[in-house]
Nanobody, 115 residues
């Protein structure tokens, strides 16, 4: 059964940093584009960062320069590191795997940034 499990959420002070991790199972991890989203205030989740099967990363403008996404195909994990956190980064963060138009999602992990 395909599954993504996020970890690393919690309470962080503004200006601080965090590391989120997502462990995949039941999928051929190396063949999936991996992404981090956050819930946001709109009807659709907001893409935070994505990393292709070739390791090419891309970021939302809101986190560019503050976030780094990385993947470890051997361990089937993807990480998101963020620094200079702001209260507006407070949200539920989701890991996603995409292959051939089919996505799976993790359960989400809460990040709360306090002033």
């Amino acid at each position: 059964q395909a599954q993504l499990v996020e970890s690393g959420g919690g309470l962080v002070q503004a200006g601080g940093s965090l590391r989120l991790s997502c462990k995949a199972s039941g999928i051929v991890f190396a063949f999936n584009t991996m992404s981090w989203y956050r819930q946001g205030s709109g009807p659709q989740r907001e893409l935070v960062a994505t990393i292709s099967t070739d390791g090419i990363a891309d970021y939302a403008d809101s986190v560019k320069g503050r976030a780094t996404i990385s993947r470890d195909n051997a361990r089937s994990t993807v990480e998101l590191r963020m620094n200079s956190l702001k209260p507006e980064d407070t949200d539920v963060y989701y890991c996603s795997a995409l292959r051939s138009g089919h996505s799976i999602w993790g359960q989400g992990t809460q990040i709360t940034v306090v002033p």
